[in-house]
């Protein structure tokens, strides 16, 4: 690969090329029209496939111009065949001779000449919207664009509104090594954002570590900031084909609705959480799978899908919880009683912070069989409190001042409640039902399994531990995130999935506190 800047000299990008880039003030429509130049993936997870989907997914009318044909699967690229690009420029005038196109995404090229058909076809008829997917190599390694045609591309790239390189790809851009970090990736989105005059997309997909964030970057002060960032948590999968086509053909349409890129990324990054995150539910190839374009479709229709989803997100956090010295020594009878004491004086205010926050849940609920049982739930945890006092903690010494861990849950749990989003709160609240839920079956499970000794120091709290009462309760408190997560928009259900997971962690510390510090 040649590490020569792939971009003209600043000077050229500043002159004429940037003229022919259709002012910002464009209009926005309800069904964009939404062309996509692009190669066709024929297992339909990458190129003009993926693009036609995110288009659909997002509420535009899609359109599609094939630049190249590949022979691929999930597991590799096996053959290209370019057509000659005079067809390419034929379908692009059949479209734009009859069709108003609202905005356009660019994807893989394959050569010079097709770079060259459709800059001339761009020039001619400046859509509103020019967004520039710089491909270069497949995910499985596969080059896409012929490497003596990548002096070509850094030409295209100041036609173009909005281009989304992933790392490697912003890299070869500015004839640069890859970006190490995310701050060396944001100092390079500034550099090419400042040589094309377009606005940069900087990806973390190919990040080391538990986040994913993205960024725009604008140096000419078209966005609120010089760099925006985009926060997100990285997905566990492997499902990550066409995720750039799919993203760069959303943020397309979305723009072209909306006319503002930090809205259209905000209202684009939680979808493709979503899509990456229900990936496996397409069980497509042996390789890295497509990502569900139609999630949010597919979630509303199927009753138990959304807490299927949450519960997938429990999986690392019990784990953790299993293998915690105090649940170890509560099963085993090791535990050290000053430390069943921490536990149970925090679980006592714990439990008054909780009822609260359920009380909230009770007034936001939308009907009545949901007020009521948040209302009861909020009642049982008084009387679990009390209980506590009377039974529990009367007959031991207790530090009974609010602990760090406790402290943190309830605020977060009170910040949920005071977001004014009733699905968010009853993500937010779901793991105390869930999580001990489980694990009190698990335990109680075990110590009978054990021939529930009477020896044991902890047998009487074991054998209350799973009551059955709590576990219809936990039933229903699943159900009710379930309908409110299938009721919610994209973004809500990211925002459920992230309050929910944040209680998870939680539920862990709070096993976790009384060794650390009681
Ligand atoms: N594991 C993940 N979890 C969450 N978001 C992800 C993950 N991987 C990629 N993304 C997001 O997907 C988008 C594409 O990012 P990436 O850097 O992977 O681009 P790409 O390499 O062009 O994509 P492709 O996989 O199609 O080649 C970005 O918004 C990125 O934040
Ligand atoms: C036709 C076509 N266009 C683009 C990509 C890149 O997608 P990915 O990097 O996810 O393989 C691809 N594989 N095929």
């Known amino acids: 690969m040649s590490s020569a800047s792939l971009l003209p000299a600043p000077a050229a990008a500043a002159g004429s090329l940037l003229e022919t880039v259709a002012p910002p003030g464009r209009t926005s429509r309800d069904v964009p029209r939404v062309l996509a130049i692009a190669g066709s993936d024929p297992s339909g997870g990458a190129g003009i496939q993926a693009d036609l989907k995110s288009i659909a997914a997002h509420g535009g009318y899609g359109m599609a111009a094939i630049t190249a044909l590949t022979a691929q699967n999930t597991t590799g690229v096996r053959g290209v065949h370019v057509p000659p690009a005079t067809f ?24 010079a000449h097709v770079i060259a058909a459709v ?16 491909v270069l190599v497949a995910t499985s390694g596969d080059r896409l664009l012929q490497e003596s045609a990548e002096a070509a591309l850094g030409e295209l790239l100041p036609l173009a509104d909005l281009i989304t390189p992933n790392l ?16 060396a990736a944001l100092d ?12 940069v997309l900087v990806k973390g997909g190919h990040l080391n570590g538990s986040t994913c964030p993205d960024a725009l970057v604008n140096t000419a002060g078209l966005l609120s900031a010089e760099v925006v960032e985009f926060a997100g948590e990285r997905i566990s999968t492997r499902n990550s084909h066409g995720t750039g086509c799919s993203l760069s053909s959303a943020m397309a349409t979305a723009q072209a609705r909306l006319g503002d890129w930090e809205a259209s990324l905000r209202a684009v990054k939680p979808w493709l959480a979503g899509a990456l995150r229900t990936s496996g539910q397409l069980e497509v190839g042996a390789g890295n799978g497509p990502i569900n ?20 997100e429990t999986v690392a956090d019990l784990e953790a919880i299993y293998g915690l010295g105090f649940i170890r020594g509560l099963a085993e009878g090791t535990l050290a009683e000053r430390e069943f004491a921490y536990y149970l004086a925090q679980d006592a205010i714990y439990l008054n912070g ?17 007020q009521l049982f948040w209302a009861h739930s909020a009642q049982q945890c008084l009387e679990v409190e009390s209980e506590l006092h009377r039974n529990w903690l009367s007959t031991r010494s207790v530090q009974t001042e609010l602990g760090p861990v406790t402290k943190a849950y309830v605020d977060h749990l009170v910040a949920a409640s005071a977001g004014g989003s009733y699905a968010v709160l009853v993500a937010a609240v779901l793991p105390c039902f869930w999580l001990y839920a489980e694990v009190g079956e698990t335990l109680h499970a075990e110590y009978v399994a054990a021939g529930a000794q009477a020896g044991h120091p902890y047998a009487e709290w074991l054998r209350t531990y799973a009551d059955e009462e709590f576990a219809a309760a936990t039933l229903r408190a699943i159900e009710i995130a379930d309908d409110a997560g299938r009721a919610a928009s994209a973004g809500e259900r990211e925002a459920m999935i992230t309050a ?17 510090h009681s």
Do not use: N
Request: hydrophobic share 40%; net charge negative; proline share 6%.
């Open 354 to 370: 909780y009822s609260r926050v359920l009380a909230r849940a009770s007034a936001l609920a939308p009907t009545e069989s949901e």
């Open 119 to 134: 800059r001339g076809w761009l020039e001619k008829v400046r859509p509103g919207v020019v967004v520039v997917d710089p």
């Open 188 to 199: 390079q989105g500034r550099r090419l954002a400042a040589r094309t005059g377009a606005t």
């Open 168 to 183: 490697p790809e912003l890299a070869m851009l500015l004839g640069e090594p890859e970006a190490a970090d995310w701050p």
């Open 88 to 111: 390419l420029s034929a379908q692009l005038d059949a479209v734009s001779d009859d069709i108003q196109v609202d905005a356009v995404k660019i994807g893989m090229l394959g050569d």
């Open 500 to 516: 929910f997971r944040q209680s998870c962690r939680y539920e862990v510390e709070f096993f976790d506190a009384p060794s650390r």
């Open 293 to 312: 374009h139609f999630h949010h479709l597919a979630q509303s229709e199927r009753k138990g899908g959304f807490a299927e989803l949450l519960r997938a």
